[in-house]
């Protein structure tokens, strides 16, 4: 199943310079004409011919083949088991309650009981991955006081929905405004979460964006709040074929959007989000009135020269980048502050994008397995100082109940596998991928850049793939889960950006 078909770049001829050399006739004929004045009128007209030739094949290329090359198709796609059946797929939009079994729990607990710890290495602290002490005491409170029932209470609180789309059930909450003003309508938002995140992330921002007379917030925009779980992360079904990529979840959260009415929407994400809600921007530029992110991935090949020497010499020459003291500060030492870090901390993609079902098999055993690999990441993409915490800092910024939902939300499922295998079927593909990532954004957008993202991306790098960028805004605090961290001051920034776009 091509998802994305591309123009095959073999199809697009290049124009080499005439060699004269290995045209001895044309040679010879050019040479006659200097000789001979009698045959000049011939001669022009051959320049012009070639000339003529020329002009054609730059316009021909122009109008053709540079468009495709500046865009990205929808294509379509088929994630279901076996064949695809015919007719008209069911486009319903059924209520969803979140329900859990007294088996399923019964069976959680005794595998949490049955659990063998690794004594953590003296001093080691979160260095090593997650100290088992502390994973213990983790653990004991999910055992001993988190009320899943009080959990379930929380997530039920907003409305759910599935709907078949592309062969997948996709979920989704959709939150309307309560306090809607006589005569005002609510803009769309589609909030769209990434690994080893989940629509929960969302429950903190959403009273912000929907209701935000009743938080001392402007309500010059009030939002209606879409937040779907990507295929295969928690209550959405996975993929049953190999390739839906961040194209093909971009296609169905479009398709989504549609089936609610929405033709045109904003859209906003970090992590996997970003990457999906800038795919979506890149295949339905006219649906998206604004792209919000709080992740850039900046690469591609229209990023890299001009990365490669802003790193080399935006230290010493910050103006020439346009860097402001806060860029310099996240950006440099650029070796030991994000180099390193990076390495250190991006293995598990390595291994999710190679080999997810063997990495995850132990995962979806061991629910203590899970919420060490998960919580991890809370730990140390909120704060990589959190490292050196002897309990990952983690509570300092989560609640051990807000954290042990989004591992409910993994475990009950049984998603952790499909989750990682995001990770195979887009790096490499679309992300890493030269010809894609040469692809410009040009809708309105807007980012977040919270400091202790993993890898900070200064205005100066994001301008080179975001050919619109309204609003960039360094945040005061946070980290990778922007809208589960700092939920207020996330909301704040979409809220200047989406006017910053009205007013245009
Ligand atoms: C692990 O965490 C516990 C509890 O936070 C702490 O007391 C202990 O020192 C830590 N162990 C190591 C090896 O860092
Ligand atoms: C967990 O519950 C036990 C008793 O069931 C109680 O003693 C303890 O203080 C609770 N711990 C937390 C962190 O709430
Ligand atoms: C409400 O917001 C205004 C301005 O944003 C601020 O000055 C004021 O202190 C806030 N009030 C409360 C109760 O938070
Ligand atoms: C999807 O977006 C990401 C992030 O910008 C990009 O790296 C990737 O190449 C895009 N995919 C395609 C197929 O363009």
């Known amino acids: 199943m091509p998802n994305a078909p591309w123009p095959d770049q073999g199809t697009l001829v290049k124009r ?38 020329l002009v054609a094949g730059a316009l021909l290329y122009h109008f053709f083949f540079r468009k495709k090359e500046e865009s990205l198709l929808m294509g379509d796609g088929w994630w279901g088991p076996g064949q695809r059946p015919g007719g008209e797929e069911d486009e319903s939009i059924r ?7 007294d088996e399923e729990l019964n069976d959680l607990y ?27 005491k983790v653990v004991s409170y999910w055992r001993n006081n988190f009320s899943w029932k009080k959990q379930l209470d929380i997530l039920n609180q907003y409305p759910h929905f599935k709907t078949k789309i592309e062969g997948l059930d996709v979920h989704f909450i959709h939150v309307k405004p309560t306090n809607l003003p006589a005569g005002r309508r609510a803009k769309p ?4 979460h990434g690994w080893p995140g989940a629509f929960y992330e969302f429950y903190k921002i959403i009273p912000f964006l929907t209701d935000p007379g009743s938080h001392n917030l402007s309500e010059e925009h009030i939002f209606e709040v879409i937040c779907p779980s990507i295929p295969g992360y928690g209550f959405s ?25 929405f033709r045109q929407f904003y859209a906003q994400g970090g992590d996997w989000g ?19 992110l709080n992740m850039v991935p ?26 402001q003291e806060e860029d310099v500060k ?3 030492p650029f070796l030991s502050k994000v180099f390193y870090h990076i390495v250190k901390e991006s293995g598990y993609m390595h291994l999710q994008a190679t080999k997810p079902d063997t990495a995850g098999c132990g995962l979806n055993n061991s629910p203590v397995g899970l919420a060490a690999y998960i919580l991890e990441k809370f730990s140390t993409w909120t704060d990589k100082d959190f490292r050196d915490h002897e309990d990952g800092g983690l509570e300092r910024k989560f609640s051990l109940d807000d954290l042990l939902t989004i591992i409910m939300i993994y475990w009950l499922p049984g998603s952790i596998v499909s989750s990682m295998r995001f990770y195979k079927e887009t790096v490499g593909k679309g992300l890493g991928n030269s010809k894609h990532e040469a692809l410009p954004v040009k809708v309105p957008t807007g980012i977040a850049s919270f400091p202790n993202e993993l890898m900070h991306c200064p205005l100066y790098w994001a301008k080179h793939k975001y050919h619109d960028i309204v609003s960039f805004n360094h945040m005061p605090r946070g980290g990778h889960f922007g809208a589960f961290e700092e939920p207020l001051i996330l909301a704040k920034d979409i809220q200047q950006f989406v006017a910053k776009v009205e007013q245009k």
């Open 16 to 53: 080499k310079p005439i060699d004269l050399r290995r045209h001895p006739c044309l040679l010879n004929h050019l040479q006659a004409c200097r000789k001979r004045a009698t045959s000049q009128r011939s001669c022009v007209t051959m320049y012009l011919e070639i000339a003529l030739t």
């Open 95 to 101: 209520p969803f309650k979140i329900e859990t079994t």
């Open 110 to 136: 005794q595998r949490i009981d049955q659990t063998r710890y690794t004594e953590p290495l003296e001093g080691s602290r979160f260095n090593y991955g997650f100290n088992t002490t502390y994973l213990r």
């Open 189 to 192: 938002i589609l909030m769209v």
């Open 237 to 261: 079904e996975a993929s049953h074929k190999q390739g839906c990529d961040s194209i093909a979840v971009a296609r169905i959260f479009y398709k989504l959007m549609q089936r609610l009415g």
């Open 274 to 292: 970003s990457i999906i809600c800038t795919n979506l921007s890149q295949i339905a530029p006219s649906s998206v009135k604004g792209l919000h």
């Open 298 to 323: 900046a690469s591609g090949p229209k990023t890299q020269t001009p990365m490669l020497l802003s790193i080399l010499f935006g230290q010493r020459f910050p103006g020439l980048f346009g860097f």
């Open 330 to 332: 996240r950006l440099f």
